[in-house]
């Protein structure tokens, strides 16, 4: 594996209006409880994968959701997505934990998330 390689999309964010309702909903879809329930987070760890809710779209404005591609080198796989003909979005920044998320946008404008946990 090269160091700017995928490791898949393990995680996906979703924006909503009323955290309380979608919790209930996301509960009952995936079966389990959330591992963190905050005003500003609420997030679900279920077959190896992380679903998590961002009410009102988070600082980023999300207004889809967005799947986040886990990557070993996340400055090396921007560079690579941006010769390719993608745009920065949100640039690389730590979000607690030592894991760094970036979002570029693809040339149809869809959001691509990137996630490194350090």
Known sequence: MTASSSQGIKTVLHP????????????ALLGVQPQTDASYYVGFDVAGQHI?????GGPQGMTAPVAYWHV?????????????????QEPAHEVGGGRVTATV???DGNVLGLLQDQ
């Not at 998590?52 to 009102?56: I, R, T």
């Open 52 to 56: 998590g809710l961002v009410p009102g």
């Open 72 to 88: 070993e080198d996340i400055e090396a796989k921007l560079a690579e997505l941006t010769a390719a003909g993608a745009t920065v």
């Open 16 to 27: 909503v209006s009323d955290l309380s309702k979608a919790k209930a909903v996301y509960t």
């Open 105 to 107: 946008i693809d040339p």
